[in-house]
């Protein structure tokens, strides 16, 4: 039974960091991909990043440019973990995170329903 345990969220102020971590059972983080989601109150889940079997990464290209290079996604295969580096955190980033675990993807990675399993979500909440 694959099981998805995220953790590291909390409240930090604007201009702060965060680590999420997502602690994968029942299969290897390196033996499909991994991704996070974030969920907004009132907006709906949206994808922000994937990193494939093959070690390729995808962020979300729609983010607007105020969100590129702040968030990194990355694994570390011998704690079967996978992290989500968050820095310069603004409000708008204030959201549920979840980590998403699917197959081999070659494409697609935003859409949910080519995940299997799913967390149960770690809150961020970001104070201006």
Partial sequence: QVQLVESGGGLVQAGGSLRLSCAVSGRTVSSGTMAWFRQAPGKEREFVAAMSWSGGITYNADF???????????????????????????????????????RGLVGGFALEKLYDYWGQGTQVTVSS
Wanted: glycine share 6%; hydrophobic share 35%; with cysteine.
């Fill in 64 to 102: 607007a440019d105020s969100a590129k290079g702040r968030f990194t996604i990355s694994t570390d295969n011998a704690k079967n973990t996978v992290y989500l580096q968050m820095n310069s955190l603004k409000p708008e980033d204030t959201a549920v995170y979840y980590c998403a675990a699917g």
